[in-house]
């Protein structure tokens, strides 16, 4: 059997036909090929790193110290304060982990604390059975220096959370102190969303119907099409008639069943989901013909989605006239709606939600302030000659041990993302409509993001609302794309009706997190909200 066993979708009667594929040769790598096809043959270790506290509770003089900069910072009379990250790895013969396939390697980010408390949750995948993968070991890292490991056997874990203390022995860099984490398993055959699950809501029912339409380019550039994913109830009318307008984020598509069923669909709404040129549908239908393009913007700006906005909302309009409509936008759908807004104004809409909204930078994401000063600044530097809109801002290394089979896509050869594939393990989705490969930003997706902030902020200081309708924004302190705090911050420039949920251990996607709880947990709380507000 091919890895790439995709659904088959009818689109107004007639089978997809897609032009763009995921690379061509995974098959010809036998680890990529057991992981994708072979669930059965892999489990998850769930990880939740608690933090390091005093053994003794009254003794002052515990903590952590780097024991390569004690001296020197002794010398010159300051106090080294330890920036630990925790680096989890599954150990054994045959983890199913390598260094060009790390699904079974998490690190936890630094944290800025003489006592860390990380309270931060990831997960690794491993082979199943004790031949193959032992363990997971912890190792606590301060800059390149292990102040020490502990190690758990996969034998002494099970489907519920185990918290486990660990006491390292008092050395330079470790005194009087403790190590809190708890773990569990569960199985790779167990996704919050399947491909069954998947299939059966891109299909027709009894009460709704599906299908696709294209939102052709006017200057006849397929690059900048758009398509429209429709989910419409039969025989209702206008009276009481709901709808909502969703724009998914970077490298995004629909994959979300778990939340457009119980939050819309089955409140009566028709669910409307733009996948605005370079992502989704548009990869599927092949409108996106270079690999390292998806969700590139090659003018340079967010205008260009404009139409694109005005395309759905025509059809929509043509369908019926919605009583309700909300706008629902994650990360970059955001921006993307945002200037919609700004430009157009929010007449057609009744309210919105927004999912970790991309409205701001992240200096920890990007590696360091001065990338995020650079990229708030790309849109001039594209202008220079040495750079243009296409140029790559960051880049992966492609592995040695892949010299021989390399993957290759649109003749590119590409670099498996392991991130990606966890998420995939959990959540279905199609390889032709969301890359499964690390995918660079590029300099026109960067200047378009910056220059809708900056829009932004101009309007602020103009004392200037983007909205007076109500709106919901919901993120997390786990975001390792944007920084929780700047997110809740910004929000408050799109206007002043709106409510904040900061969720604890969710995901970048909130309804994308690796415990299911807390997406039932977001998806309940966003349910709360749409009842209270009439929606």
């Known amino acids: 059997m091919s890895i790439v066993d995709h659904l088959t979708i009818k689109i107004d009667g007639e089978i997809a036909d897609s032009a763009s594929d995921p690379p061509t040769n995974l098959d010809e790598i036998p680890l990529y090929k057991d992981f994708f096809t072979r669930p059965d043959l892999y489990q998850r270790v769930h990880i939740h790193i608690v933090g390091i506290r005093p053994t003794d509770p009254t003794d002052d003089g515990c903590g952590l110290n780097n024991t390569n900069l004690v001296r020197a910072c002794l010398k010159f009379g300051k106090k080294h304060i330890v920036e630990p990250c925790v680096k989890a790895k599954a150990y054994g013969e045959n983890t199913g982990s390598t260094e060009y396939f790390k699904i079974g390697e998490c690190t936890f980010l630094p944290k800025t604390n003489s006592l860390p408390t990380w309270d931060a949750r990831s997960l690794v995948i491993f082979r199943k059975g004790e031949e193959n993968t032992k363990g997971v070991s912890l190792t606590i890292v301060d800059g390149s220096t292990g102040l020490f490991t502990c190690e758990t056997a996969i034998a002494s874990l099970g489907e519920d959370w185990k918290e486990f203390v660990h006491t390292p022995k008092d050395t330079r860099g470790v005194f009087g102190v403790e190590f809190v984490y708890k773990m569990r398993l569960s199985e790779c055959t167990d996704r919050t969303v399947d491909k069954e699950t998947m299939a059966a809501f891109l299909a027709d029912t009894e009460t709704v119907s599906y299908s696709e339409e294209v939102i052709e380019d006017g200057d006849n550039d397929i690059t900048n099409n758009a398509v429209l994913q429709c989910w419409r109830h039969k025989g209702s009318s206008d009276a009481d008639s709901k709808a909502v307008l969703w724009l998914p984020g970077r490298n995004d598509c629909f994959m979300h069943p778990h939340v457009a069923g119980p939050l819309f ?91 970790s909204p991309f409205l701001d930078w992240s200096a920890d994401a990007l590696g360091s302030e001065f990338m995020e000063f650079v990229i708030e600044h790309i849109d001039i530097i594209a202008k220079t000659p040495f750079m243009d809109n296409s140029s790559e801002l960051n880049s992966c290394k492609v592995p040695k041990e892949t010299k021989d089979h390399p993957l290759v896509h649109y003749g590119q050869e590409v670099v498996v993302d392991a991130n990606y594939c966890k998420t995939w393990s959990q959540y279905y989705y199609d390889f032709r409509s969301r890359p499964l490969y690390f995918v660079p930003l590029t300099a026109g997706f960067a200047g378009g993001v910056t220059k809708v902030h900056r829009e932004i902020c101009k309007w602020k200081k103009q004392k200037k609302y983007v909205t007076l309708k109500s709106f919901l924004c919901i993120t997390s302190r786990a975001d390792d794309t944007l920084t929780a705090s700047e997110t809740m911050t910004r929000i408050d420039d799109i206007g002043p009706a709106r409510c904040e949920f900061e969720l604890r251990h969710n995901s970048h996607d909130v309804f994308l997190s690796e415990q299911k709880s807390d997406v039932d947990m977001a998806v309940n709380l966003v349910k709360v909200w749409m009842e209270s507000n009439g929606f």
Not at 310 to 336: D, F, L, N, Q
């Open 265 to 355: 669909v089955e409140k009566g709404y028709d669910v409307y989901v733009l996948n605005y040129s370079a992502i989704g549908m548009c990869r599927k239908r092949g409108f996106v013909r270079n690999s390292f393009y998806n969700s590139h913007v090659k003018d340079g700006t967010f205008d260009v989605y404009i139409k694109q906005v005005e395309g759905a909302i025509s059809i929509m309009k043509s369908h019926r006239t919605y009583g309700k409509t909300v706008g629902y936008a994650h990360s970059t759908g955001a921006p993307v709606l945002i200037n919609f807004l700004m430009k157009r104004g929010d007449d057609y809409f009744d309210g919105f939600v927004f999912n």
